[in-house]
């Protein structure tokens, strides 16, 4: 088993839909999550950041964490095409030092 | 700088011919760490440096691949014998890491190298 999963899609929704993307993971040490966006070309770019278990909302963005279900998810609300590229999630320890990255969700938002 | 900076953005070199990728972190950031990514693929850990410690090195996928950081500030990336297989874009990344405080690691925009 990966120490984090996530379907790798390519996810395409209409514009103006509710976005859900997912990871799961093995290791209990995680406490931070964060989802990183990547454009086409482009390094990846933190979105969201949350500390154990909760919500966390950032205007059409929200990052869920439920640590006793090892599962994370971020909420896209109003999808926009230019919400289109690849999500990756990652999490680390309580020291910030291990850095795990899921393989990342393509998604495309059409107009 | 503002934030992390990597040279050269795109690299196109031949099999055989070595090359170096550098990056210059985020000011005050004591971690630095690179990546590779592959076509479509996901981010493949290759080294991390934190501070006076010594590197973690446990993701250089062959002894063809080194890394540096002088000063505890600028990192250079080394391939040597470069390989078509080595064609991907390098990504390095720098956080602050603050036990017990927030810790998020920020990304350049890469350098692409493709081995002809």
């Known amino acids: 088993q990966k120490e984090v999963e996530q379907d790798p899609g390519p996810l395409s929704v209409p514009e103006g839909a509710i976005v859900s993307l997912n990871c799961t993971y093995s290791n209990s040490a995680f406490q931070y999550f964060m989802w990183y966006r990547q454009y086409s070309r482009k390094g990846p770019e933190l979105l969201m950041y949350t500390y154990s278990s909760g919500n966390k909302e950032d205007g059409r963005f929200t990052a869920q964490v439920d640590k006793s279900s090892k599962y994370i998810s971020l909420f896209i609300r109003d999808s926009q095409p230019s919400d289109s590229a690849t999500y990756l999630c990652?999490?680390?320890?309580?020291?910030?030092?291990?850095?795990?990255f899921g393989p990342g969700t393509r998604l495309s938002v059409l107009p | 700088g503002a934030g992390v900076s990597q040279s050269p953005s795109n690299k196109v070199t031949e099999k055989g011919k070595d090359v170096e990728l550098r990056c210059d972190p985020i000011s005050g950031h004591t971690a630095l760490y690179w990546y590779r990514q592959s076509l479509g693929q996901g981010l493949e850990f290759l080294i991390y440096?934190?501070?006076?410690?010594?590197?973690?090195k446990s993701g250089l996928p062959s002894d063809r691949f080194s890394a540096e950081r002088t000063g505890g500030s600028v990192s250079t990336l080394t391939i040597q014998r470069t390989q078509q297989e080595d064609s991907a874009v390098y990504l390095c990344?720098?956080?602050?890491?603050?036990?017990?405080?927030?810790?998020?690691?920020?990304f350049g925009e890469g350098s692409w190298l493709t081995v002809v």
């Open positions: 440096f934190q501070g006076n410690s010594a590197p973690d």
């Open positions: 990652a999490m680390s320890n309580n020291y910030g030092q291990n850095f795990v």
């Open positions: 990344a720098s956080s602050l890491v603050r036990v017990g405080g927030r810790n998020t690691i920020y």
